[in-house]
């Protein structure tokens, strides 16, 4: 439990996990400053001198999660490798790392453009953003897959489109209460979906 009253010269990296947890447990609206103080054992002048208003310290977190985020998918595609094989593997490991859970309720990202988009003082288009580096990442692990010579751009398109979406759904299911075996069905669609792009 942290300590109500931490010293000044305090880990910034260390509160800002705590407060991501806490916001990622109660979202924006329900988290108070009193909550950031309790949890963070941070006198408030501190936390606003250090972090600024509520706003931007939300604003912080969510560029913060969202560069870990983009970060942590960057790894599984380079881990995934080339073909249909590829994806396939990209899936396992999302099982294995990055699958969201009930637990985590869903990804921090997609929790709050739902119930904050277009509000976050300097990052209002926090939603689109997100889905724009997603949509990017996962067309680069689609497009390893198009056998040589075959590659359609709509194609492509049209089946990162749905694999983004397919992970954006997974994350809302997660913040719904999936548990691990509903989340293992979600994806065990998904590679029976992507069995039928080797025709």
């Given at each position: 439990t942290p300590t109500r009253?931490?010293?000044?010269?305090?880990?910034?990296?260390?509160?800002?996990?705590?407060?991501?947890?806490?916001?990622?447990r109660k979202g924006y609206s329900q988290t108070t400053v009193a909550?950031?103080?309790?949890?963070?054992?941070?006198?408030?002048?501190?936390?606003?001198?250090?972090?600024?208003?509520?706003?931007?310290?939300f604003a912080t977190i969510l560029r913060r999660?969202?560069?870990?985020?983009?970060?942590?998918?960057?790894?599984?595609?380079?881990?995934?490798g080339p073909g249909i094989e590829g994806i396939h593997s990209f899936l396992e490991q999302l099982k294995s790392y990055g699958a969201p859970s009930a637990d985590q309720a869903g990804c921090l990202l997609i929790n709050s453009s739902s119930e904050l988009c277009g509000t976050v003082s300097g990052f209002e288009q926090f939603g689109l953003e997100h889905r724009n580096a997603l949509r990017q990442r996962i067309r680069v692990l689609i497009n390893g897959a198009e056998a040589e010579g075959t590659t359609s751009d709509g194609l492509t398109d049209q089946r990162t489109e749905l694999f983004v979406n397919f992970?954006?759904?997974?994350?809302?299911?997660?913040?719904?209460?999936?548990?691990?075996?509903e989340i293992g069905r979600i994806i065990d669609a998904m590679h029976t979906t992507v069995d039928?792009?080797?025709?």
């Open positions: 009253g931490r010293p000044r010269h305090f880990d910034e990296e260390t509160v800002l996990d705590e407060l991501t947890a806490l916001f990622w909550d950031l103080v309790e949890t963070s054992g941070v006198h408030k002048p501190s936390l606003y001198r250090t972090f600024g208003t509520k706003n931007e310290l999660y969202f560069a870990t985020q983009m970060d942590m998918i960057d790894q599984l595609v380079e881990l995934a992970l954006l759904g997974l994350n809302v299911a997660a913040r719904g209460g999936a548990d691990e075996t039928t792009w080797n025709h």
